[in-house]
């Protein structure tokens, strides 16, 4: 099983809707994050926490919330998508101080 | 913000190559890290550097810290097909801070 469950896979939506992608871990980590991944700009950070009270803002926050739920579930939604935040996400964890982040395998998401 | 310069942006190489990519930063880092991503996936960590001229090896893969700590660079010895992928550099300025992600450098592999 992955240490770093995303769900769904896969997404289709219109615009104006609102949807939540979910993500989970097992690896124990406290600092969960959510990234975005758009074909030759790399991973930008949308949002992250480092325990479950806590939650900062990262480069590209405007149009997304999210949710720690839990130390293993951190959440993130679109309240109203729109076409350019048709994309791929990521969610990552990490154990703590310096330690290298860890991946899921990615929702696609496509707003028409 | 801190921004990372990844070079090549993409490469084709012929099968038994060695490969060499790079990037470089505006500013100093204390982490680098190493990630390589295939279709379909998420980025895998493949080396984490964490002092001013470390040189660390994952078989055939060597990475580096620059001395200045403004730079690192990945290296793949006698490439195989399934080195095809792209691959992240990503540095971290302090263990709260965020980790910043240059844009890839996307390899292909001629068999």
């Known amino acids: 099983d992955a240490d770093v469950t995303q769900t769904p896979r896969n997404r289709i939506t219109k615009t104006g809707k609102r949807i939540m992608l979910e993500c989970s871990q097992t690896?124990?980590?406290?600092?969960m994050y959510w990234y975005r991944q758009d074909p030759g700009l790399g991973l930008q950070l949308i949002y992250y926490s480092f325990d479950v009270k806590d939650i900062n803002k990262g480069e590209i926050s405007d149009g997304y919330s999210v949710s720690r739920q839990a130390q293993a579930k951190f959440s993130l939604s679109l309240e109203s998508a729109i076409p350019n935040q048709t994309a791929l996400y990521f969610c990552?964890?990490?154990?703590?101080?310096?330690?290298?982040?860890?991946f899921g395998n990615g929702t696609r998401l496509t707003v028409t | 913000g801190q921004q990372l310069n990844q070079s090549p942006q993409s490469m084709f190489i012929q099968e038994g190559e060695d490969v060499s990519m790079n990037c470089t930063s505006s500013?100093?880092?204390?982490?680098w890290l190493w990630y390589k991503q295939e279709p379909g996936e998420g980025p895998v960590l493949l080396i984490a550097l964490y002092k001013a001229g470390e040189l660390t090896s994952n078989g055939r893969l060597t990475a580096q810290f620059g001395i200045t700590r403004k730079d690192s660079f990945l290296n793949i010895s006698a490439s195989i097909p399934s080195d095809v992928g792209i691959y992240f550099c990503?540095?971290?300025?302090?263990?709260?801070?965020?980790?910043?992600f240059g844009t890839g450098t996307k390899l292909q592999v001629i068999p």
């Open positions: 500013s100093i880092f204390n982490t």
């Open positions: 990552a964890t990490s154990g703590g101080h310096n330690s290298p982040l860890h």
């Open positions: 990503a540095g971290r300025a302090g263990g709260y801070q965020k980790v910043t």
């Open positions: 690896k124990g980590h406290d600092r």
